[in-house]
């Protein structure tokens, strides 16, 4: 079955960095885009970047881009998300999801998502 | 960016009652829309794709509708396991989700 393992988080100062790992398995790993999806405490869902099945294709929130990293390792089954000059609004639960698009052009929707880990950005 | 805004933002709902929230997009996104249901300490499931397309194994009393700007979840015969927060979510460009919506069990 398909299964989505995060970790990496923790406690984390302004201006920090931190990195997010997702272990994939029960699944062609690199037939699938995968995002990163993330939740403040108490709030609601912030999609974070996607990359594509291999990776030549990445796109983030403006809330991120250019402080964050997407990547993947196909070989490895696992995505990553690089976290540089974290502040204290980055503070969230951190999901890594499979992307499926059924036809092309119609969407993608994320069908498996991970228990999430939890970043928390303070001194 | 493609804002989603959905309504309400929360509903307190008897058992056996059905609950309809709407999701509508600042712009059109064809049927680029889905529904996903978290409950509390729990990862978001993915209830509906395409706007109306049931995903696999989700209850058949769960139901999607629209197309272009305006989308509705509907929920037919509320049942206690049904507690949790909806959000509505669209693929066109870049991805967002709507702002949630908590149903609460009377």
């Known amino acids: 079955q398909v299964q989505l393992v995060e970790s990496g988080g923790g406690l984390v100062k302004p201006g920090g960095s931190l990195r997010l790992s997702c272990a994939a398995s029960?699944?062609?790993?690199?037939?699938?885009?995968m995002s990163w999806i993330r939740q403040a405490p108490g709030k609601g869902l912030e999609w974070v970047s996607y990359?594509?099945?291999?990776?030549?294709?990445?796109y983030y929130a403006d809330s991120v881009k250019g402080r964050f990293t997407i990547s993947r390792d196909n070989a490895k089954n696992s995505l990553y998300l690089q976290m540089n000059s974290l502040r204290a609004e980055d503070t969230a639960v951190y999901y890594c999801?499979?992307?499926?698009?059924?036809?092309?052009?119609?969407?993608?929707?994320?069908?498996?998502w991970g228990q999430g880990t939890l970043v928390t950005v303070s001194s | 960016e493609i804002v989603l805004t959905q309504s309400p933002d929360f509903q307190s709902v008897t058992p056996k009652e059905k609950v309809t929230i709407t999701c509508r997009a600042s712009q059109s996104i064809g049927s680029s829309l889905h529904w996903y249901q978290q409950k509390p300490d729990q990862s978001p499931k993915l209830l509906i794709k395409?706007?109306?397309q049931s995903f696999s194994g989700v209850p058949s009393r769960f139901s999607g509708s629209g197309s272009g700007t305006d989308f509705t979840l509907t929920i037919n015969s509320l049942e206690a396991e049904d507690a949790a927060t909806y959000y509505c979510?669209?693929?066109?460009?870049?991805?967002?989700f709507g702002q949630g919506t908590k149903v609460e069990i009377k």
């Open positions: 979510h669209q693929s066109s460009s870049p991805w967002t």
């Open positions: 395409y706007a109306s």
């Open positions: 990359i594509s099945s291999s990776g030549s294709t990445i």
């Open positions: 999801a499979r992307a499926y698009e059924e036809f092309a052009a119609q969407g993608y929707y994320f069908d498996y």
């Open positions: 029960g699944f062609t790993f690199s037939d699938y885009y």
